[in-house]
């Protein structure tokens, strides 16, 4: 339990850091899968919409739509769709409400479209699926 904590706030510090460099709030952004999926939101853990809500169709790691599901589509090491794995081009993209995009979340670093901030995100929301 002390582990998971410590992940937890590790998890949080990062992201505080990664989003103050976005020109927009983490908040502000959707997880959509390359096949158009959505896969949630940035938003509280209340909203219906986050991947932070443990409860919901995006954050539990049981829903087929989460990418917190390690044996899902969009969460499993070995989905070409999942940002969870480390060889896919397909990893889901970050956009604002406009459409605009703001990187491809992935932990494939070389993959196109993925930069810095994304790939830091990415990495990030790894830990926090590995700790659940």
Not at 44 to 54: E, G, L, R
Not at 90 to 95: A, E, H, Q, R
Request: aromatic residues 18%; without cysteine; positive net charge.
């Amino acid at each position: 339990m002390k582990n998971l904590k410590k992940t937890v706030s590790i998890f949080f510090l990062l992201f505080g850091i990664i989003g103050s460099i976005f020109p927009v709030s983490l908040s502000q952004l959707k997880i959509i899968a390359e096949d158009g999926t959505f896969l949630g939101t940035f938003e509280d853990k209340y909203s219906k919409n986050s991947i932070y809500n443990k409860y919901g169709n995006y954050g539990s790691p049981y829903a087929s739509n989460s990418i917190f599901n390690k044996y899902g589509n969009y969460g499993s090491d070995y989905s070409k769709y999942s940002p969870f794995n480390a060889y896919t081009n397909y990893g889901p993209l970050l956009v604002d409400s406009y459409g605009n995009s703001y990187g491809r979340l992935s932990i494939n670093k070389y993959a196109p479209g993925v930069t810095n901030d994304s790939y830091k995100i990415a990495l990030a929301l790894k830990v926090l699926r590995d700790a659940l």
